[in-house]
């Protein structure tokens, strides 16, 4: 693998600005009103709890990096972040072991499978391959700093909060209905664990796992989360640092590259940012330098992403210039003399 931190190198970034207050905050509630009658998708339910969730719900918020934010719909309603939290906690424990080291341990290539597929597992002689698949996630939730589950809980939900900028609360009755539901990740943690990929018990990380897919989030608080990761780790409502620019860069690749899992190249096709989903609704999209949007609908497509979720992202992606593949024909700059 390249390795692209060259030491004594200052490294540059690519950013650029959003349009005026009042056009992004006119782009985000029509990206609400042209897909709210959208009725394509089916709420999840092979977690028994999310079964309950209203469908007709829809919301969507942009923070910019300048800690501007813009809601509409049901950007406060609450849901448990589910899949997304796999981004973040990543994110954490890149800020414990590094660059070179997270490469190793957990990966970062696509498997091309489902989220909770075993034989990928198998196929890659028990390497996760990357952190946004449950076997990925199981081994970077393991990694996590703490001498217990419940220290490592700990960091997690204080970790979790900072990047939302408030104490996020965990929903006791999602996690114990995911609790009683989870064979499969057990079945894949103790996979792990046969290949030295776990060195925790693995019943024991699975638990901490679903906690950290229980804690309770809103379009807004997933909005200020991806603003936080676009921003170099500042989060810009609190103006407090929260991980560094470097594992930032690092966690936004593995998005780009995994956030959709074996539908991440179709969603970069469209949408051209990286993002992450989650089976209760949510979806996290990150432009770089720009800002962070969330949105929620519970209707899903058969991939397990938000469906009006992802028509308001590729709207906005492309009425707010975010795409980070898009570019113009260079214009000669007679000042530079050519």
């Known amino acids: 693998m390249v390795n692209s931190n060259v030491e004594g190198v200052e490294q540059s970034v690519s950013t650029g600005t959003l349009p005026g207050w009042e056009q992004v905050d006119s782009l985000v509630a029509a990206s609400h009103d042209r897909n709210r009658g959208c009725k394509d998708g089916a709420v999840a339910d092979y977690i028994p709890v999310l079964a309950q969730a209203d469908p007709e719900l829809f919301g969507v918020c942009v923070v910019e990096v300048d800690g501007g934010v813009h809601v509409t719909g049901d ?53 996760p391959m990357n952190p946004m698949v449950n076997a990925g996630a199981l081994a970077t939730t393991a990694l996590m700093p703490g001498s217990a589950p419940d ?38 943690a103790r996979l792990l664990e046969s290949y030295g990929r776990i060195g925790r ?34 989060n810009p409502v609190t103006g407090k640092r929260v991980v560094s620019a470097e594992v930032c860069r690092d966690t936004l690749a593995v998005l780009a590259a995994n956030g959709l ?47 009006r979720g992802q028509q308001a992202t590729a709207y906005l992606s492309r009425v707010l210039g975010l795409n980070i593949f898009a570019s113009q024909a260079y214009a000669p700059n007679e000042s530079r003399g050519y």
């Open 201 to 234: 018990d693995p019943l024991e990380v699975v638990d901490v796992y679903t906690k950290q897919c229980s804690l309770r989030v809103s379009a807004r608080d997933l909005a200020i989360m991806g603003a936080t990761l676009a921003d170099g780790g500042v």
């Open 261 to 307: 899992y074996e539908r991440s190249g179709e969603w970069l096709f469209e949408i051209g940012l990286p993002g992450k989903s989650g089976v209760s609704g949510g979806l996290l999209t990150v432009s770089p330098g720009k800002a962070g949007i969330g949105a929620f609908s519970p209707r899903l497509d058969p991939a397990g992403n938000s469906v």
């Open 75 to 127: 950007a406060d309603v609450e849901f448990s972040i589910q899949s997304i939290s796999k981004a973040f906690v990543y994110a954490l424990v890149c800020e414990e072991f590094g660059h070179a080291a997270m490469a190793d341990l957990v990966g970062v290539n696509n498997t091309g499978l489902a989220f909770n597929s075993v034989i990928a597992i198998e196929l890659n002689d028990g390497h």
């Open 151 to 188: 220290k490592q809980w700990d960091a997690i939900h204080s970790g979790l909060s900072a990047f939302a900028g408030r104490d996020l609360v965990l929903d006791e009755v999602v996690y114990r209905s995911e609790a009683v539901t989870n064979t499969r990740n057990r079945a894949i």
